[in-house]
Nanobody, 112 residues
């Protein structure tokens, strides 16, 4: 079984920071992409950030300059550093591997 366990979500004030972690375990053969998606109530699910095995990154325009995705390939772990958080960042954040393995999600709430 492949399991993705996210952690690091919580409640933070606008302008604050959070760092999400996702540890991948199980019999996955090869990880070529690790990503974070998010979904807020009433909104479409969106890709937030992705990083390839080679280290290339891509971000949604809404988070560029504020979020940073990183990974440790040896540990099958992906991180999302979120700075300058805004209320509109409030969502459930999902760790996604190779576009088809999904974690359970972790809630991020940005509120005064």
């Amino acid at each position: 079984q492949v399991q993705l366990v996210e952690s690091g979500g919580g409640l933070v004030q606008p302008g604050g920071s959070l760092k999400l972690s996702c540890v991948v375990s199980g019999s996955i053969f090869s990880i070529y992409a690790m990503a974070w998606h998010r979904q807020a109530p009433g909104k479409e699910r969106e890709l937030v950030a992705v990083i390839t095995r080679g280290g290339s990154t891509n971000y949604a325009n809404s988070v560029k300059g504020r979020f940073t995705i990183s990974r440790d390939n040896a540990k099958n772990t992906v991180y999302l550093q979120m700075n300058s958080l805004k209320p509109e960042d409030t969502a459930v954040y999902y760790c996604v591997i190779n576009g088809n393995y999904w974690g359970q999600g972790t809630q991020v709430t940005v509120s005064p």
